[in-house]
């Protein structure tokens, strides 16, 4: 990277970071001037404590958990979410990405599906698989399934004709091709959607908790939102926005990894 | 290397209603280089993927040691016209394919694909993917990669037309030198008849399409084993080319007419 380059970064990061601090201070002299009503609104300086309160408190303060506790809740269910839906959605990208009787058949299923909003799901899944993690998972799942899916579906059918003809002509079987032909031009297709998929699952994990549940970071803000604590609502978001940041650098380092050949 | 000569009868290629080919024959016996020229679109390209197998004909028949082609020809080794490699493996990976999809175990497929990469010039570049290559080192690649297997029937199709004059004469000598190595029967596209005739022992000329047939079949005599660069400085080889392009000339001269007429 030439020196140019890298000033032209500190340039960027330099703004970034000034823009965050006139949002926020904007904020906060409206809160104190009453332009904003506190009320629903809250304001930086009180709930920027809060955040710093239930971060370095690592004992039981919400319903008997400390932030961390409710943080490890919502990614493992974030996780659980993407997990499945990846792998059930590659394997059935793939399989009718590969069949094209068996695509047609289901194509008006997947179609219907697919429009459905399927956060009306929510309540469903805390009926049949109760408030605990599961129905997040199944949240989340729902939700990934169907974007990593299309994505692998394409990636099968659109490779290009040359490149698996001249695999044939090398001598491919039909395994050999699937393995060094379909799968990787499948995966550059999911890993173009792995930013959506993995914020869908944090989605379905978010609303499932703030819908029904006993824990989680969805479950923290629904309870502040209950006791009209919008300091509680607005710091329960911003630990989500530090979550999201996180989870956004490994999934670029994931994704730089992955497709070095491009 | 028995079993390797190619037979196109009565062949006709139909895409939807247009006739690219209409009842074409020849045979290329067994060990033969011969050059396939003809005017753009005439399906120099349409023979190749029959003969491979990768395309059907609507009638006529197309052989390959005797044997009916119907499938995926496994005794073929295909330089495709466009570019074909794998893009998310690298060099060498590329290369190894091959021999790895044949069964070969993996560190002896290695040794293979690099003495080959070097051969074809790209010493150096084998953990390169080919997003990083150049035109020509991709070409370069795609020739090894089709090489390495050193099958009986090679079919390329205009393999050398993305490379500088330089490195084009060095691939053009390791081909003829492989090939006489090798003794493999060779289906060559080109639209440069200087290389067809340097390179081949016959070249087949193509008339224009739609209904293209074959207009004119040269045999080069020019003696063996030959310099690329010197065989073009050989007596006969003046007079082959003149007469080749006063037939290549026309068809040229009618498919631009055609094309033109048609826009
Ligand atoms: N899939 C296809 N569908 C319709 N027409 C096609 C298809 N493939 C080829 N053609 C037509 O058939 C004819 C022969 O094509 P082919 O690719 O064999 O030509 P070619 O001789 O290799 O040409 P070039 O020298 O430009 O590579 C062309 O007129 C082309 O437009
Ligand atoms: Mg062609």
Not at chain 1, 103 to 110: C, D, E, G, L
Not at chain 2, 18 to 26: E, I, K, R, T, V
Not at chain 2, 43 to 72: E, H, Y
Not at chain 2, 161 to 177: F, I, K
Request: hydrophobic letters at 50%; proline letters at 4%; glycine letters at 8%.
């Amino acid at each position: 990277m030439s020196a140019p380059k890298l000033r032209h970064r500190g340039a960027i990061l330099a703004l970034q970071i000034g823009i965050l601090a006139a949002i926020l201070m904007t904020w906060e002299t409206a809160a104190r001037v009453r332009v904003l009503d506190p009320f629903f609104f809250s304001q930086p300086s009180l709930f920027l404590a809060r955040a710093f309160t239930w971060l370095t408190n690592s004992g039981p303060l919400l319903g008997g958990r400390s932030i961390y506790e409710h943080l490890l809740v919502t990614l493992v269910e974030t996780a659980g979410g993407f997990g499945l839906g990846v792998a059930f959605g590659v394997a059935a990208g793939f399989l009718l990405g590969r069949s094209e009787f068996w695509s047609r058949v289901f194509n008006p299923y997947i179609q219907v599906l697919n429009a459905l909003p399927r956060l009306v799901l929510a309540p469903i899944f805390v009926l049949i698989l109760g408030i605990d993690e599961r129905s997040k998972v199944a949240l989340g799942f729902t939700l990934v399934f169907f974007i990593v899916f299309f994505n692998a579906f394409r990636g099968v059918r659109e490779v290009d004709r040359h490149i698996v003809n001249n695999a044939r002509l090398l001598g491919a079987n039909e395994r050999q091709l699937a393995w060094h032909v379909l799968l990787p031009s499948a995966m550059t297709w999911i890993l173009s959607s792995l930013h959506t998929s993995v914020g869908f699952a944090l989605v379905g994990a978010i609303v499932g908790e703030y819908m029904a549940a006993a824990k989680g970071l969805g479950w923290v803000i629904s309870q502040a939102q209950g006791n009209f604590d919008s300091a509680g609502v607005f710091a329960g978001m911003t630990i989500l926005c530090g979550a999201v940041i996180v989870i956004e650098l490994f999934v670029n380092a994931a994704e730089r990894r992955l497709v070095r050949w491009k | 290397m028995a079993h390797a000569s190619i037979v196109l009868e009565n062949v006709t290629v139909d895409f939807g209603g247009y006739h690219a080919l209409q009842n074409l024959s020849f045979g290329v016996p067994e060990g033969q280089f011969a050059a396939i020229v003809g005017p753009t679109g005439c399906g120099k390209t349409s023979v190749l993927n029959m003969v491979a197998g990768l395309a059907k004909a609507a009638s006529g028949q197309v052989r390959c040691g005797g044997r009916l082609v119907d499938s995926v020809q496994c005794s073929a080794a295909y330089m495709f016209q466009q570019d074909a490699l794998l893009p998310w493996k690298t060099v060498l990976e590329n290369v190894l394919l091959g021999p790895l999809l044949r069964g070969a175990a993996r560190r002896d497929a290695e040794t293979l694909a690099r003495h080959w990469i070097a051969r074809v010039g790209l010493k150096g570049l084998e953990a390169r993917y080919p997003a990083q290559l150049s035109g020509g080192q991709r070409k370069r690649v795609a020739m090894a990669q089709a090489l390495i297997c050193g099958l009986p029937v090679l079919l390329l199709d205009e393999p050398f037309s993305a490379l500088d004059a330089q490195t084009r004469v060095l691939m053009e000598e390791e081909l003829l030198t492989l090939w006489q190595e090798q003794g493999a029967t060779v289906l060559f596209v080109t639209h440069d008849l200087e290389e067809a005739i340097s390179l081949a022992d016959r070249v087949l000329i193509f008339s224009a399409g739609p209904g293209s047939r074959l207009k004119a079949d040269y045999r080069v005599d020019l003696p063996r084993p030959r310099n690329v660069v010197e065989a073009r400085f050989i007596p006969g080889f003046m007079d082959l080319y003149r007469r080749i392009w006063a037939d290549l000339k026309e068809e040229v001269l009618a498919s631009h007419e055609r094309s033109k007429a048609s826009a």
